[in-house]
């Protein structure tokens, strides 16, 4: 393969990695964005933060999702906007992590619901290996932010 | 502005199409505003709306709340011996796995109560209204508040449970309510008055305190039962090992 080939290729990795972060971030923003009241308790599920401040977070996370998530899809500012869905993703695993070891048993409430459920029904170890993989979709477009299809391509070139 | 900056900034601008910097600023106040007015949102949510409380106060508290504003109603007022330890009850009228907990333990919980061998402390949440999108747990958690008003507490809180739907969601009506309060034994001006309670949300404010109250002390989800502040939810298998458990911490 010559190197325009392989500049096409990565072009639609970036694509690819967009889609699926950009589309997730939608989804899981999307199920939250009418209920703020839960959103904030599935934050503060996680016993990190303080009351209030969880609270604000709560409120906050899924509206972010949502916008970032739009960014991605359309590719509009790529670079930040991979950054912003990465450093999310980071702070999501640190989380669960952190929830995992000090034994607490919750739902991440990523998509939706949260709390305090059942020992055998959490599922830390699927959602650290999902929010990493999207981490690594967020890395890679912050490292080579062009792909196919973005309205960054369309606009400022 | 140096001679042979403008040079590099029309270097770095581009020639044609939209500037990227002017467009990054309207996304990024775009953001910021929705970020606030989610934040706003959110927080007004906490306090109960003015129709919520037709007709009532909307803050009285009701009879034998303990631990100040949002703390719990004593089930058993009055009936406790010094030497009783404290449970603490979280629950939600519309959560199913509460209603097995009644079933489980309810007739243990009554009878030690009843006896004064615990200070039975029930905090009545109200956070599935947000998952199920309707009103039953407020409306019942008033109801019972009302209730408390009677000398009616565990009766009311009984029946409710009773009657619990099969169906997570499925709620209370109004005429089940008033009903439960038939059943709890509430009557003649007793019952106009816990009516006129229960219709005006009295305690609607009250109910969003516990809820609150609730969530700062780390109660997140129900059921939750502290044995003297303890939280042993998960320990607890049967009523007679309930039961024991409050032998040994009764002094």
Redesign the interface.
């Known amino acids: 393969m010559d190197a325009r080939g392989r500049g096409r290729l990565a072009e639609f990795i970036g694509l690819l990695a967009r889609l699926t972060l950009g589309i997730v971030l939608l989804v899981a923003g999307g199920l939250k964005v009418t209920s703020p009241a839960v959103s904030a308790r599935a934050v503060r599920a996680f016993q990190i933060l303080p009351y209030d401040f969880a609270g604000y977070v709560g409120y906050a996370l899924p509206v972010v999702e949502v916008l970032f998530g739009l960014l991605l899809v359309a590719g509009l500012f790529t670079r930040v906007s991979a950054l912003v869905g990465g450093l999310l993703m980071l702070a999501f695993v640190i989380g669960i992590i952190s929830a995992w070891t000090r034994g607490l048993t919750i739902d991440c409430g990523c998509f939706g619901g949260g709390g305090t459920i059942e020992a055998r029904q959490t599922q830390y170890l699927a959602d650290v290996l999902r929010d990493a993989g999207l981490a690594a979709c967020a890395a890679w477009l912050v490292v080579r932010p062009r792909s196919a299809y973005s309205l960054d391509n369309r606009l400022f070139r | 502005m140096r001679p042979d900056a403008k040079k590099k900034i029309a270097k770095v601008t ?1 020639k044609s ?2 500037n ?1 910097v002017i ?2 600023a309207i ?1 990024a106040a ?2 910021i505003v ?2 606030v ?3 706003l ?3 007004s ?2 306090s109960v709306s003015a129709n919520d409380q037709v007709g009532g106060s909307g803050s009285a508290q009701p009879a034998d709340v303990t631990g100040g504003e949002g703390g719990g109603i004593v089930a058993n007022p009055g009936t406790a011996k010094s030497n009783a330890p404290t449970i603490d009850l979280y629950e939600d009228f519309q959560c199913p796995t509460c209603g097995a907990l009644e079933k489980a333990m309810g007739p243990a919980l009554t009878s030690m109560a009843k006896a004064g061998e615990i200070k039975l402390v029930v905090h009545t949440l109200s ?1 599935l209204d ?2 199920l ?1 309707n009103d039953s747990s407020k409306r019942s958690a008033n109801a019972v508040a009302c209730a408390a008003d009677a000398g009616k507490f565990l009766e009311y809180h009984a029946a409710v449970f009773n009657a619990q739907p099969a169906q997570e969601g499925t709620g209370y009506t109004d005429a089940q309510l008033t009903e439960f309060a038939t059943t709890a034994g509430i009557t003649g001006p007793a019952l106009a008055t816990w009516q006129k309670c229960t219709t005006s949300g009295q305690h609607a404010q009250y109910v969003a305190d516990v809820q609150d109250s609730a ?2 002390a ?1 109660v ?2 129900t059921p939750t039962l502290k044995l003297n502040g303890q939280d042993i939810t ?1 320990t607890l298998t049967t009523a007679s090992d309930l039961v024991a458990q409050v032998k040994a911490a009764t002094k």
């Open positions: 581009p199409g939209p990227p467009i990054g996304v775009l953001v929705a970020v007015v989610a934040i949102i959110g927080n949510s906490k956070f947000d998952n999108k969530g700062r780390g997140n989800s998960k």
